[in-house]
């Protein structure tokens, strides 16, 4: 995982976190087409003992389109959770920008 805008950037240093670090995960739930739920391990964070944060996400179709909700489970505070979503974010707008790129 990497920050990449400059807000982000800013919060991972004033928490002393790293602005990138190697991911590991795994899934515990695959449902092709239906849901999916990652389950990523959070041991680089100063001070908190290592877990498992989970993301669920669901697919439904809706007439030619697809609908994906992403649930983020609460982290060990809100201020990490807030950070984690804003990441999360900003890759799911890297994924549109490059479908777009596509023609999709």
């Known amino acids: 995982m990497i920050a990449e805008t400059p807000k982000l950037i800013a919060a991972m240093h004033e928490q002393g976190l790293p602005t990138s670090h190697v991911e590991r995960a795994r899934f515990s739930v695959f449902q092709p087409l239906e849901r999916l739920v990652l389950r990523l ?15 669920v996400v669901d697919f439904s179709a809706s007439g030619e389109w697809a609908c994906m909700v992403v649930t983020l489970m609460p982290m060990h505070d809100e201020a990490f959770t807030l950070m984690a979503k804003r990441g999360l974010a900003s890759q799911l707008e890297n994924i549109d920008e490059l479908l777009r790129g596509r023609g999709q």
């Open 41 to 55: 391990m959070i041991d680089f964070v100063p001070g908190i003992e290592p877990y498992e944060s989970t993301i």
